[in-house]
T-cell receptor
């Protein structure tokens, strides 16, 4: 089974709808992240969380909110989706300490289309 | 300001050729990490390597090798004897805030097409 899973993998929705993207991990990592990928722009950080009570905005948080329901679960919501939020969304996890400290491991991605 | 530049937008090679993907970074910090990720056509991001700023030894893993040169702020990636399965977008990334956010700054990626 994959260590980092994302649901759904693909979603098409309409402008104004509320959408939730979910991320779960079995790696036991404390830190979780949400990124979006747009063609030609690489990946940009939306939100990150270091534990259940610690949630922080990234560089492009406007129009998004998150919830850290448990150490293993981190959800991203679009309260009122708009077409320029059409993108590939990635969840990632990392941990501190050990040989892989601060290495981020990514889920398979969610392709979101807002019509 | 932190920045990662991957000047090569697309590279096309024929199978068995060697290919080098360039990565140049900017940071004011003396402690930082550099990463390479692979994104095959299926879309997932696969971690390839992490290098910290205090370790300038080059690394080889099978057909993959990485050349880290602090003097030129570069962390280049070479694939020897390329194969069709190497076709992907490759991202170089930088993390330089000592874990305060662990934010990864990504380059815009290099699309590698390996032709049979």
């Amino acid at each position: 089974d994959a260590d980092v899973t994302q649901t759904p993998r693909n979603r098409i929705t309409k402008t104004g709808k509320r959408i939730m993207l979910e991320c779960s991990q079995t790696k036991g990592h404390d830190r979780m992240y949400w990124y979006r990928q747009d063609p030609g722009l690489g990946l940009r950080l939306i939100y990150y969380s270091f534990d259940v009570k610690d949630i922080n905005k990234g560089e492009i948080s406007d129009g998004y909110s998150v919830s850290r329901q448990a150490q293993a679960k981190f959800s991203l919501s679009l309260e009122s989706a708009i077409p320029n939020q059409t993108a590939l969304y990635f969840c990632a996890t990392s941990d501190r300490g050990g040989p892989s400290t601060d290495t981020q491991y990514f889920g398979p991605g969610t392709r979101l289309t807002v019509l | 300001a932190q920045k990662v530049t991957q000047a090569q937008t697309e590279i096309s090679v024929v199978e068995k050729e060697d290919v080098t993907l360039d990565c140049v970074y900017e940071t004011r910090d003396t402690t930082y990490y550099l990463f390479w990720y692979k994104q095959p056509p299926s879309g997932e991001l696969v971690f390839l390597i992490r290098r910290n700023s205090f370790d300038e030894q080059n690394e080889i893993s099978g057909r993959y090798s990485w050349n880290f040169q602090k003097s030129t702020s570069s962390f280049n990636f070479t694939i020897t004897a390329s194969q069709v399965v190497d076709s992907a977008v490759y991202f170089c990334a930088l993390s330089d805030d000592g874990g305060a956010t662990n934010k990864l700054i990504f380059g815009t990626g290099t699309l590698l097409a390996v032709q049979p």
